[in-house]
């Protein structure tokens, strides 16, 4: 008697077991065009992709599977793929280092999410980033609030591009451990817990002046320990 499951089919699709040997062949030959193909892309290794690049990979990444071991796939349809997204892949690429608008179009630009110590939160939204997880990057980089901070650029893939102020230009800001995030009468300086904004504490049950914002936490003064 058969079972629920039929595993001829689930396994190998009833195929003769000749043809895991031609996905053998086919992987051994689809692994070396994908080599070829991103070593001539001129791309060097892969840190974190602009949605450019992602693009590029997707594109590359499905062209490559099928084949592997789709039977009525074949190879030169795929390698056919390869060499059209390559093309407009260096296309792209020379016209987006020829005019900064067309890079601004395809690549989008870097962007200021914190400068001074305060969250740019135009610029944060524009990101799609959330507080929480610019402020999880620079706890990375040893930052305990948001004084020790000159200002958080966004690049276009991705990546935090920070800068520090010097330790005697460390000036009151917003804590950026969980822990620290808390109000008390007894601090000099307060921030406001959206944008950062920091005033002296008489002032915290007032709006933020910039965000609207209503929370505040005391401000930290502590140097960057690196
Ligand atoms: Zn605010």
């Not at 009833?14 to 030959?29: G, N, Q, T, Y």
């Not at 944060?124 to 999880?136: D, I, P, R, Y």
Request: charged share 20%; aromatic share 10%; net charge neutral.
């Amino acid at each position: 008697m058969e079972g629920i499951f039929d595993w001829s089919r689930i396994l190998y699709n009833d195929l003769p077991v000749a043809f895991l040997l031609e996905v053998v062949m086919r992987s051994v030959i689809m692994f070396l065009v994908i080599l070829l193909t991103l070593r001539a892309s001129g791309k060097r290794g892969i840190k974190q992709l602009s949605v450019f690049e992602l693009v590029l990979i997707i594109g590359l990444g499905s062209a490559a599977g099928d084949p592997m071991f789709y039977e009525d796939v074949g190879i030169l349809p795929a390698i056919t793929v390869f060499i059209v997204i390559i093309l407009m892949y260096m296309g792209i690429t020379r016209l987006t280092d020829r005019y900064s608008w067309f890079e601004r179009i395809i690549e989008g630009k870097p962007v200021y999410v914190i400068q001074s110590g305060k969250i740019l939160l135009k610029g944060l939204e524009s990101t799609g980033l959330s507080q929480e997880e610019v402020f999880a990057e620079l706890r990375v980089l040893n930052v305990e609030h948001l004084g020790q901070v000159r200002s958080v650029l966004v690049e276009t893939s991705g990546n935090l591009s920070v800068l520090f102020f010097e330790d005697d230009m460390v000036r009151p800001g917003l804590p950026i451990y969980p822990d620290q995030q808390k109000i008390s009468n007894d601090e000099k300086y307060c921030s406001c817990s959206k944008c950062g904004e920091t005033n002296l504490s008489f002032n915290k049950t007032a709006q933020c002046p910039s965000c609207h914002g209503k929370e505040w936490f005391n401000a930290l003064t502590t140097k960057r320990i690196r």
